[in-house]
């Protein structure tokens, strides 16, 4: 099966910074993972995917990079803004079945 | 487009009680799930189907069942609540072809006391 963990479960960053959450995944066949950002009292909304045939996708904003080598992804974000504030959460998914996610990550701005 | 809508919001349950929390999705999408969220677990996978008549456990399916009569409905059934089963539950739609994208209702947050 596939099980996805995040590094740290809160981050703070300054307002204007970039963001770096991360990931890291347990099944090496695993071929399609999700960024999902979770606000307050909301169910998870999708942010970014990214396919195990790439290396990187880039978005509005937001980079997801896949190195597959150690099994590790994870998420940037650009220039960060208090509307980024929200939990983060990375999901993997294999042959089209079960979505699993990680544990989530809490964003905090600070100004 | 409603997307996917989850009810009730909020519900108070008695321990040893028994409820059914609704999911409907009106994106004609093949793949529906249920998760729990509780503070530091994520989001644990309770049960999921692939297509109408055609259900699997997740991680976490004990205490619940389902069924899937139709592609656009997908109940949760609590047959006896218990305290442990307080939590957020969430349940998600996604079309199951091409991009594996979930779609997420707002959820249900249920008490158990």
């Known amino acids: 099966g596939e099980s996805v963990g995040l590094h740290l479960p809160t981050l703070s960053v300054q307002e204007g910074d970039n963001s770096i959450i991360n990931c890291a995944y347990s099944?090496?066949?695993?071929?399609?993972f999700i960024w999902y950002k979770q606000e307050s009292g909301k169910g998870p909304q999708f942010i970014i995917d990214?396919?195990?045939?790439?290396d990187k996708r880039q978005g509005q904003r937001v980079t997801v990079l896949l190195n597959k080598t150690v099994k590790h992804l994870s998420l940037q974000i650009a220039a960060t803004q208090p509307g980024d504030s929200a939990v983060y959460f990375c999901?993997?998914?294999?042959?089209?079945?079960?979505?699993?996610f990680g544990q989530g990550t809490r964003l905090t701005i600070n100004p | 487009n409603a997307g996917v809508t989850q009810t009730p919001k909020f519900q108070v349950l008695k321990t040893g009680q028994s409820m059914t929390l609704q999911c409907a999705q009106d994106?004609?999408?093949?793949?529906m799930s249920w998760y729990r969220q509780d503070p530091g677990m994520g989001l644990r996978l309770i049960h999921y189907?692939?297509?109408?008549?055609?259900?699997d456990q997740g991680e976490v399916p004990n205490g619940y069942n389902v069924s899937r009569s139709t592609t656009e409905d997908f109940p949760l059934r609590l047959l006896s609540a218990a305290p442990s089963q307080t939590s957020v539950y969430f349940c998600?739609?996604?079309?199951?072809?091409?991009?594996?994208?979930?779609?997420f209702g707002q959820g249900t947050r249920l008490t158990v006391v």
């Open positions: 998600a739609s996604r079309s199951g072809q091409g991009d594996q994208i979930a779609f």
């Open positions: 099944n090496s066949a695993s071929d399609y």
């Open positions: 990214i396919r195990s045939n790439m």
């Open positions: 999901a993997g998914i294999q042959g089209a079945q079960k979505l699993v």
């Open positions: 994106m004609n999408h093949e793949y």
């Open positions: 189907s692939v297509g109408a008549g055609i259900t």
